[in-house]
């Protein structure tokens, strides 16, 4: 089956090293609590914040290996007031787990997306 696992971190600097590390520090946590091999994954999708310009965050993938994974990188609507400096991630995986077994991460000042995941991430290190 196929199944969508959410996450999102936070940079300090648009930097091109700061955005590659923020993203291949969370990407490697979603695969690590999930129990994902490189080869179930789908297609990721990658969103940026509209002050994040320095790199595709796709590049953070690419330098992990993923060289036949399906991936994209976009903008993410610019609401008044909402969380800057924002790189959120939506990867597709074939797994056989149940959306209830499936674990999001959110890092950085990316844990205020989702303040009901805060326990789940405190306890994964997130």
């Known amino acids: 089956m196929v199944k969508a696992i959410r ?14 590390d923020a993203t291949c520090e969370l990407l490697k946590k979603m695969i ?6 490189k080869d179930d994954i789908i297609s990721i999708i990658f969103s940026v914040t509209m002050d994040l310009n320095a790199t595709f965050p796709a590049v953070a993938a690419r330098r992990l290996g993923w060289t036949e994974t399906a991936l994209m990188s976009t903008y993410e609507i610019d609401v008044p007031g ?15 787990k149940k959306n209830s077994g499936l674990k999001f991460v959110y890092q950085r000042q990316a844990r205020l997306l989702r303040p009901d995941l805060l ?8």
């Open 119 to 126: 326990e789940q991430n405190q306890r994964i290190g997130g």
């Open 82 to 96: 909402s969380l800057r400096k924002c790189i959120r991630v939506l990867m597709h995986i074939n797994t056989e």
């Open 32 to 37: 690590e609590i999930n129990e994902i091999d």
């Open 7 to 20: 996450g999102a971190t936070t940079v300090e600097e648009n930097t091109e090293q700061e955005i590659l």
